[in-house]
């Protein structure tokens, strides 16, 4: 299935070849005033952006609003919006039906879907499907934005190059979502620009971590066992393709920790029950503590790469070698930042909405 959300529900639709891709957005609270520069920003953070780390792809994203939506003001019905599909090169996929890309999905969308899957641009399974997404947590945030929460990622490693972790940096943390390249230390920037430029020379391509926090989350929001913010989240992160892990905070740093140094110590501050660590990463129990919520995650490198790799012509049964043409992004970190935002801020908006049933 391809939605998310109990009451806040987001239901994507489209190919990427196809004539559109959208969202339909249920359980939007009524009377949202949307500023659609903000959510045209959104989009634009994760569109192409031509830099060395990017496609060549020419995609603009410009949305249509088609329903749920009056006077700029969300009116409670059902939300729908489409984006026009325009700079499709169809003919870059007309092999991989039968020479499945190694990474991608072609293989297991070929056994699940046979000839029908829409294999053009990798179809529903297309990276594209994320611009909706976006759309759709852009709108989240602005609901979020009523309660003060606000949702921040950046790229937290490329390969072995590491920028700085979230919870040791000082707000303004909202500056990152301005950078076109979004970093907390501008110089490991450069340096991971440079591994990626280098992967891209050489028809390769390099996958990191990206890591993402919500800050001002009131504590209470979540559940127990199966019904904890961990899975929640996980669940919706996990829709990003190309993701292949996530940990909250300490992770598995917690395995070589002790007790005595893994526990946040409880303080007063502000009258307020706060932690002197966040090694929990602001969920105790499946329910947030009031810290802010912090996470990481594994993307894969980008599958579509120049070299030649070794493959499988599955209507002669025999191996054979592919070369992947096509306009491709040779690490998908810089343009997977503001996806993660989006699906944290839909998750997050559902769960509070799961929980106190009005915002
Ligand atoms: C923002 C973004 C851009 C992506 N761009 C590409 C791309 O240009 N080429 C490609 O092969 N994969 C790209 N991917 C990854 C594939 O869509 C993904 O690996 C594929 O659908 C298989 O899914 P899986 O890796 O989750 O198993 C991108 C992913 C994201 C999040």
């Known amino acids: 299935m391809s939605n998310i959300g109990t009451i806040f529900n987001v239901s994507v639709f489209g190919e990427s070849h196809g004539p559109a891709i959208g969202a339909v957005i249920n359980g939007v609270p ?17 569109a192409p952006s031509g830099g060395e780390w990017s496609t060549k792809r020419k995609e603009t994203d410009a949305f249509e609003i088609i329903s749920g939506v009056l006077d700029e003001t969300t009116t409670g019905a059902p939300l729908t919006m489409i984006i026009r599909n325009t700079d499709a090169r169809s003919k870059d ?7 499945p890309r190694p990474g991608h999905a072609d293989y297991t969308a070929y056994v699940k879907y046979q000839d029908e899957h829409d294999i053009r641009g990798g179809g529903h399974f297309s990276a594209r499907l994320t611009a909706p997404i976006v759309f759709a947590g852009a709108v989240a945030k602005q609901v979020l934005a009523k309660e003060k929460i606000d949702i921040v990622a950046h790229i937290a490693a490329i390969k072995e190059c590491e920028d700085t972790r979230l919870n040791e940096f000082a707000l303004p943390l909202l500056s990152i979502k301005e950078k076109l390249f979004p970093v907390i230390d501008d110089t490991v920037g450069e340096k991971m620009r440079e591994i990626i430029d280098q992967a891209r020379r050489e028809k390769d391509s390099v996958g990191g971590v990206i890591e993402c926090g919500i800050f001002g989350l009131k504590p209470g929001i979540g559940g127990p066992l199966f019904d904890g913010l961990e899975g929640a989240l996980a669940k919706g992160v996990y829709g990003i393709p190309a993701v292949k892990g996530i940990s909250f905070g300490a992770g ?15 303080m007063i501050e502000d009258a307020q029950v706060r932690t002197k660590t966040n090694h929990c990463g602001g969920i105790l129990g499946g329910i947030s503590n009031g810290m802010p919520l912090i996470f990481r995650i594994a993307f894969k490198p ?15 049964n025999e191996e054979t070698i592919i070369e992947i043409k096509g306009r491709h ?12 935002e989006a699906v944290s801020a839909i998750i997050i908006l559902d769960e509070i909405l799961k929980t106190r049933k009005e915002i």
Do not use: H, W
Not at 40 to 45: A, N, Y
Not at 93 to 99: C, D, T
Not at 302 to 316: A, F, L, N, R
């Open 93 to 99: 996929y007309e092999n991989l039906r039968v020479r």
């Open 252 to 266: 598995f740093d917690y395995t070589n920790m002790f007790g005595s140094e893994a526990n946040d110590a409880y």
């Open 30 to 46: 009524q009377g949202i005033k949307l500023n659609m520069e903000d959510i045209k920003k959104e989009m634009v953070r994760r």
């Open 302 to 316: 980008t599958p579509s790469i120049g070299k030649p790799q070794q493959t499988v012509d599955i209507d002669k």
């Open 329 to 340: 992004d040779p690490c998908v970190l810089p343009r997977a930042v503001p996806v993660v």
